[in-house]
Nanobody, 121 residues
Framework: QVQLVESGGGLVQAGGSLRLSCAAS????????MGWYRQAPGKQRELVAAITSGGSTNYADSVKGRFTISRDNAKNTVYLQMNSLKPEDTAVYYC???????????????WGKGTLVTVSS
């Protein structure tokens, strides 16, 4: 199994910054893509940003130019630097990883429990 643990959420004023981290642990053989999703109250979970093991990135249009995703493959950790935060960024942020364990023949999706980000106006 693979465990994902997020950290770095909290309360911030509009225009402020936060940095989320997500560390993967367990019987990991390899990790392909890692990413961040978010779910606001009453809304569906949506992709915020994703990054492949090779460093290719993908962002939701709503966060382009404000958020930056990065990863440290040696530490199995993904980060999300969030700048110029807006009240509409308020949500629970979930870490996702497509990982293969040492006993599996193929990878599968794993999810963290989420960290709350609240942006006040």
């Amino acid at each position: 199994q693979v465990q994902l643990v997020e950290s770095g959420g909290g309360l911030v004023q509009a225009g402020g910054s936060l940095r989320l981290s997500c560390a993967a642990s367990g019987s990991i053989f390899s990790i392909n893509a890692m990413g961040w999703y978010r779910q606001a109250p009453g809304k569906q979970r949506e992709l915020v940003a994703a990054i492949t093991s090779g460093g290719s990135t993908n962002y939701a249009d709503s966060v382009k130019g404000r958020f930056t995703i990065s990863r440290d493959n040696a530490k199995n950790t993904v980060y999300l630097q969030m700048n110029s935060l807006k009240p509409e960024d308020t949500a629970v942020y979930y870490c996702n990883a497509e990982a293969r364990t040492v006993v599996a023949l193929y990878g599968m999706d794993y999810w963290g429990k989420g960290t709350l980000v609240t942006v006040s106006s």
